[in-house]
């Protein structure tokens, strides 16, 4: 977009698109789904694995060599340089993501898994050097850009035509359109951050650029069995949570003024990314479309869930040659299926076509490493437990989201509830996490992988569950040090966020969080 004005304009195209009309689209394309699902379009002869993987820029700390004052603040990454990098532009203007190529779920696909994100992110980083920047793997941003407030960044907007168009939101129409949209048509709706100790309004929906995440992607190899694997999918969400919270603070500024940093620790969440994304973006829905979902007893109903949903930015795809561009619309709407676990049916060709389970809970991690260690979890244990018939599958779907839940607040403390190999309730800690990675193991191995191979895929969140150690666990433990030496709240968060970047630089790509 050239301009402001133009950005508006197309928001406003996009905005004006009868929603009853899309919807019935949408309705119709979800026909056309299923009845590619009989013919087995969807089908595959073995499980595939894919990654998204989102980060955000700041200062590389160059120009403080007298000061620390600004060091490791947020910064913007400019559009050229996202294109040098080969990354895509995230909402905020900090933010850059990339994708993986899927791979099959076997040893030399998690390596190359592993090797692509090693190499497009070493690339990266040296373009961003070039910069004074670099790119930083973590839940949420606490150091605001130099010289602005985290609310000043986080608010500034200007309106045009009765168009709310953030500053310092990437100039997609889609975005934008987000944050003018309301899922009943009404205008005026504000936009509210909610989490313990923090409450922001604002007038679109740029608060949702305070967090980054990784996104693990295992593809079935017969849809039929897709809703058996989304319920293993939703019992496992939990448990791999609860070793991967790394959002336990906001940038200090934004905290109401009744909470201290005593009041943080004792109340605080561990992984506030999951309260920023559903608050913000459920407070411009009439339902909430950002929750934990329920079990699906069929692929058929998976597939009228996500057309019967709230239709909330309806914008018309192009539509070309690609295999589901004959469900454009209802891919279309699929994007704004903000579910923690959700199905995805797509390919570009019938043979690339695929029924998988994105996995949105987690947070992005300290190292490459961690990260891919999720992916390799995520994906064994969807081969094992299946295959074993787990009895882990009989969990209420209630007791499977206050897992959820208990995970945000509490991480590796949280009292989880799980049911055994054997068929036992337990709340124990170390039973449910030796079963648990056991199990990833055991899918990882029947996956091709040796059984010393497996368990270096499952290492690092084998060491946390040993360890109670987490990311978030350790952001609080060094927050509290530093009150304890008498640092102001906000010192000690900053100062955390910058020791956090500092060992980031040095095992980012190549090491671990084991060695922090």
């Known amino acids: 977009m050239d301009t402001d ?7 406003r195209e996009a905005l004006d698109i009868d929603i009853e009309a899309f919807h019935a689209r949408a309705e119709a394309d979800a026909e056309v789904v299923k009845q590619r699902l009989r013919d087995g379009a969807f089908d595959n002869h073995q499980s595939i694995v ?35 990098m080969g990354f895509e532009k995230e909402l905020g203007l900090h933010n850059a993501e990339m994708s993986t190529s899927p791979q099959p779920l076997s040893n030399h696909g998690l390596e190359a898994q592993l090797s692509e994100v090693r190499a497009r992110l070493q690339a990266a980083l040296e373009c961003a050097s ?14 605001p850009p130099t010289g602005e407030t985290a609310t000043e960044y986080l608010t500034d907007s200007v309106e045009i035509d009765g168009v709310h168009i953030a500053t310092n939101m990437s100039n997609a129409v889609r ?20 989490a313990p100790g923090v409450s922001l309004t604002t007038k679109t929906v740029m608060p949702e650029s305070l967090i980054t995440s990784i996104q693990p992607h295992y593809q079935v190899s017969q849809a039929a069995m897709l809703p058996v694997h989304f319920r293993y999918a939703l019992r496992i969400a939990g448990p791999l949570l ?30 506030n990314r999951i309260h920023v994304f559903e608050s913000v973006l459920n407070s411009r829905t009439v339902e909430p479309k950002v929750r934990f979902p329920r079990d699906f007893d069929t692929v058929e109903e998976a597939v009228d869930r996500i057309a019967a949903d709230e239709s909330f930015v309806p914008v018309d795809p192009e539509t070309g040659t690609r295999f589901d561009d004959d469900f454009a619309t209802f891919r279309s709407k699929h994007g704004t299926y903000w579910r923690w676990v959700r199905p995805v049916f797509d390919g570009a060709t019938r043979s690339a076509a695929n029924a998988r389970i994105e996995f949105r809970p987690i947070p992005a991690q300290p190292t490459v490493g961690d990260s891919i ?75 091709g992988c040796s059984p010393s ?7 690092p969140l084998r060491w946390r569950a040993t360890e109670r150690m987490t990311p978030a666990r350790w952001k609080r433990e060094r927050v509290r040090n530093r009150l304890d030496d008498g640092a102001s709240f906000e010192d000690a968060v900053v100062e955390t966020q910058r020791e956090y970047i500092q060992k980031q630089a040095e095992t980012l790509v190549d090491g671990s969080f084991t060695e922090w």
């Open 5 to 11: 004005h133009e950005l508006s304009a197309h928001v």
């Open 50 to 84: 894919g990654f998204e993987y989102e980060f955000y820029a700041v200062g590389d700390g160059r120009w403080n060599a007298e000061s620390h004052d600004g060091e490791f603040s947020l910064m913007r990454v400019p559009r050229r340089l996202l294109e040098l």
């Open 130 to 143: 070039a910069e004074g920047m670099r790119l930083v793997s973590d839940g949420l941003w606490t150091i």
């Open 175 to 194: 975005y934008h359109a987000m944050a003018n949209a309301t899922a009943d048509g009404s205008s005026g709706r504000q936009t509210e951050l909610e």
């Open 242 to 271: 609860a070793l991967g919270v790394n959002s336990p603070f906001f940038p200090p500024s934004l905290y109401d003024e009744d909470w201290d940093g005593d009041r943080v620790l004792a109340e605080g969440a561990h992984e």
């Open 373 to 447: 260690a999720f992916q390799a979890a995520f994906a064994g244990l969807l081969e094992e437990l299946p295959r074993r018939e787990h009895p882990v599958i009989d969990l209420p779907w209630e007791r499977a989201r206050e897992n959820f839940d208990a995970a945000v607040a509490d991480g590796i403390d949280a009292e989880l509830t799980w049911i055994g190999n054997h068929g036992e309730l337990t709340h124990d800690h170390e039973e449910l996490f030796t079963d648990l990675l056991d199990h990833a193991v055991a899918g990882l191995e029947s996956a």
């Open 453 to 459: 191979t497996a368990e270096r895929w499952i290492a």
